[in-house]
T-cell receptor
């Protein structure tokens, strides 16, 4: 079974530029997550989709970050304009829908963003 | 609010040494607890889990026991290998989806 795919793996941009990341979840996984992992910290949830609807975007800096999941499969996360503090690894994860218990989340390899 | 605290790294051990990585949590209610591992250049992978008090999760020689009385979920392995070198994350979820991760502990095992 193919895992969660992300691209690009690395990106270097200058501050105030724009950048976009792409994620393709595991086939059949209705739930998709974007996390930000700053060096030395654990992953922090930015946004969660269920199919193509947003379930939780409470920690997404909406003045500069946006995300979409058209057709309920692939997703893109965009930063416009980027700031130095956006330098981080951006992780995508996906899971099945569960109504109780826990969801095991499967993570992609991440995109390492460096903002100069 | 809910949180996860794990020991600072890096932890450097010789091959076949005993490993303990401490993890404690704060939560309202009874969360499920997890250890994830991140090998260099890869995403996080679920290592083991425990969903209720006194449960023991185990996988690949690693173990962790859900201790409600001490709000802990320490990771242990009796004999580490060089291939265990990675970053280990403790995490909790109190709902069906929202994970809270610790800051990670880097383990380096020397041959």
């Amino acid at each position: 079974e193919a895992g969660v795919a992300q691209s690009p793996r690395y990106k270097i941009i200058e501050k105030r530029q724009s950048v976009a990341f792409w994620c393709n979840p595991i086939s059949g996984h209705a739930t998709l997550y974007w996390y930000q992992q700053i060096l030395g910290q654990g992953p922090k949830l930015l946004i969660q989709f269920q199919n193509n609807g947003v379930v939780d975007d409470s920690q997404l800096p909406k003045d500069r970050f946006s995300a979409e999941r058209l057709k309920g499969v692939d997703s893109t996360l965009k930063i416009q304009p980027a700031k130095l503090e956006d330098s981080a690894v951006y992780l995508c994860a996906s899971s099945l829908i569960r109504t109780s218990g826990y969801n095991e989340q499967f993570f992609g390899p991440g995109t390492r963003l460096t903002v100069l | 609010g809910n949180s996860v605290t794990q020991m600072e790294g890096p932890v450097t051990l010789s091959e076949e040494a005993f490993l303990t990585i401490n993890c404690t949590y704060t939560a309202t209610g009874y969360p499920s607890l997890f250890w994830y591992v991140q090998y260099p250049g890869e995403g996080l992978q679920l290592l083991l889990k425990a969903t209720k008090a006194d449960d023991k999760g185990s996988n690949k020689g690693f173990e962790a026991t859900y201790r409600k009385e001490t709000t802990s979920f320490h990771l242990e392995k009796g004999s580490v290998q060089v291939s265990d070198s990675a970053v280990y994350f403790c995490a909790q979820t109190s709902g069906t989806y929202k994970y809270i991760f610790g800051t990670g502990t880097r383990l380096k095992v020397l041959a």
